[in-house]
């Protein structure tokens, strides 16, 4: 149980172009997701926590014009990286929180994001 | 907020050896302590975990102790196979959120 569906798990685009990336919670309800950037040979950053019906919650120094995140659904988050450029390649990760007696976290399986 | 640190940046230990990785964390109110492995390319890997209400759990060959006092909670791996090579990442959440604070990760070898 707890699986997150994330796609797409790589993508090339050219610079100036928009990406869309989506999350998807296949076996519960995932009010809160989060988005994760990783670079190569270092830890997951938190980008921004998203709820599902309200507007995400960025993190110190992510813009959010530049990163846009919806939260429409229960079950799907998607991360928009628009005019993209190559700085912004890196592995971008999503996780959803789930609840049962306790709490936890499931990962999305990560898109590798390359931009030239 | 919290703050993890994640020791060491790597560890090369020989097949069959120990190896240990420690993070200690800012917020004394945190009491939820995972660890993950990575694998390259790959999501994170739930691997074991801890609340703040034991001193130790065990799975096999992976354990995690906690010291509250000192806030320091540490991965042992026992026997170590080259299987287990990989990137290990502890988090702690922030707190009043439901956000995990991450650490630097370990690159551990193991070396046949």
């Known amino acids: 149980g707890a699986v997150v569906s994330q796609h797409p798990s790589w993508v090339i685009c050219k610079s100036g172009t928009s990406v869309k990336i989506e999350c998807r919670s296949l076996?519960?309800?995932?009010?809160?997701m989060f988005w994760y950037r990783q670079f190569p040979k270092q830890s997951l950053m938190l980008m921004a926590t998203s709820n599902e019906g309200s507007k995400a919650t960025y993190e110190q120094g992510v813009e959010k014009d530049k990163f846009l995140i919806n939260h429409a659904s229960l079950t799907l988050s998607t991360l928009t990286v628009t005019s993209a450029h190559p700085e912004d390649s890196s592995f971008y990760i999503c996780?959803?929180?789930?609840?049962?007696?306790?709490?936890?976290?499931?990962f999305g399986s990560g898109t590798r994001l390359t931009v030239v | 907020g919290e703050n993890v640190e994640q020791h060491p940046s790597t560890l090369s230990v020989q097949e069959g050896d120990s190896a240990v990785i420690k993070c200690t964390y800012s917020d004394s109110a945190s009491n939820y302590f995972p660890w993950y492995k990575q694998e390259l390319g790959k999501r994170p890997q739930l691997i074991i975990d801890i609340r703040s209400n034991v001193g130790e759990k065990k799975d096999q060959r992976i354990a995690v102790t906690l010291n509250k006092t000192a806030k320091h909670f540490s991965l042992h791996i026992t026997e170590t196979q080259p299987e287990d090579s990989a990137v290990y990442f502890c988090a702690a959440p922030s707190s009043g959120t439901y956000k995990y604070i991450f650490g630097t990760g370990t690159r551990l070898k193991v070396l046949a």
């Open positions: 076996d519960f309800q995932a009010t809160t």
């Open positions: 996780s959803a929180l789930y609840r049962g007696t306790g709490y936890g976290y499931t």
